[in-house]
């Protein structure tokens, strides 16, 4: 099997194919052995990355979070616009 072959095999797993596609694909299974095992691999895989995900957790509400990236943001952007020599805030009349 190529390795455009095992891309779309694993496609065909993520559900990212078309119906069309995704029939190919399961017709290849039912026939060719290399793709059965294949496929038996990837989902052994998926289900091992599912049961182990991490939970991801912030220790800070989403808002105390945005009130601290907020101000960097607004201090890169004034930095760059003052860099090109222009001395006004963006969207002021000055």
């Keep these: 099997m190529n390795h455009a072959t095992a891309l779309c095999l694993q496609a065909c ?3 990212e194919l078309s119906a069309t596609c995704s029939e190919r ?19 052994q895989m998926k289900e091992l990355l599912a049961s182990h995900r991490a939970e991801l957790r912030i220790g800070h509400s989403r808002e105390d979070y945005w009130a601290r990236i907020e ?3 607004l201090a890169a952007q004034r930095a760059e616009h003052f860099g090109t020599g222009n001395q006004s805030l963006p969207g002021s009349s000055r």
């Design 71 to 73: 101000p960097a943001i």
């Design 25 to 43: 694909m399961i017709q290849l299974i039912d026939r060719d052995s290399a793709a059965r095992a294949l496929c038996g691999s990837l989902m």
């Design 13 to 15: 797993l993520d559900n």
